[in-house]
């Protein structure tokens, strides 16, 4: 009899530049997982709605989530600060947060089978989009770490922006997400906590690699 794939699904929750994205990225290609980044909804409804606000309905929304594919949210017009904060405005949404809510289940749960399972970040992951997941983890940096990443990634995108407002951002970024109502950032108690502070991108990455392959081992996965 053929062996059946065993399926792994992987949730990271993360305040804002913490570092989540860059390893969830390169463990997904390692275990062979679908990624995605389920700011980058939040961040290109955004878009949508500094593009026009007046169109900007429930409607509207969920036609352009209905449509979603996953390299739709791969513009590198997404990343500024701007849209950054104006996704942490959305994202207090209840109705918004319903309409996204279908998409990353589609993505986590049905997956194409070319895939040995998903791995998703945001905010609300662990608890609320993939509860049941394998793994979890609770990524973050100090404000003052993450506000030093973000600020060297936009001026590699030659944005002109100074240290001290990425700070702001971030801080402000950081208050909406802890704070709001529905689905806030917080740390499970069943998620791993992995504090990139002092770590490489790297080094991150076999971190979280030997949680996901010892617990694998354990269970006699591989
Ligand atoms: O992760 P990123 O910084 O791109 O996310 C942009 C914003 O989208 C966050 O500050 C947060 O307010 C929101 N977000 C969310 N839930 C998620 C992912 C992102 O509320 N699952």
Redesign the pocket.
């Known amino acids: 009899m053929k062996n059946k794939k065993k399926i792994i699904k992987i949730a990271i929750d993360s305040p ?1 530049a913490a570092g989540a994205g860059t390893v969830a990225k390169k463990i997904s290609k390692h275990f062979n997982l679908l990624y995605l ?4 909804i ?2 290109l409804l955004a878009f949508y709605k500094l593009k026009n606000e007046k169109k900007f309905k429930n409607t509207f929304i969920r036609k352009k989530i209905g449509k979603l594919k996953i390299k739709d949210l791969q513009g590198k017009y997404l990343l500024s600060d701007k849209i ?1 904060i104006e ?2 405005i959305i ?1 207090k949404n209840k109705n918004i947060r319903k309409i996204v809510h279908n998409f990353q289940l589609r993505c986590a749960y049905k997956f194409p089978k070319k895939f040995n399972g998903s791995c998703l970040d ?4 662990t608890y609320k989009i993939v509860p049941d997941a394998d793994f979890k983890f609770f990524i973050t940096a100090s404000t003052k770490v993450r506000a030093k990443r973000r600020f060297k990634e936009l001026k590699k995108l030659g944005r002109k922006i100074a240290y001290n407002d990425v700070f702001k951002s971030i801080k402000k ?1 950081d208050y ?2 802890y704070n709001r109502r529905f ?1 806030p950032l917080k740390k499970t108690s069943d998620s791993i906590l992995i504090n990139t502070s002092n770590l490489t991108k790297k080094a991150c990455f076999f971190k979280i690699k030997k949680i996901i392959e010892t617990k694998q081992k354990k269970n006699g996965n591989i």
Do not use: F, L, V
């Not at 980044?37 to 980058?40: A, L, Q, R, V």
């Not at 945001?122 to 992951?125: L, S």
């Open positions: 804002a980044d389920t700011g980058k939040y961040r950054g996704a942490s994202a945001g905010r609300d992951i970024r909406r997400d689905s």
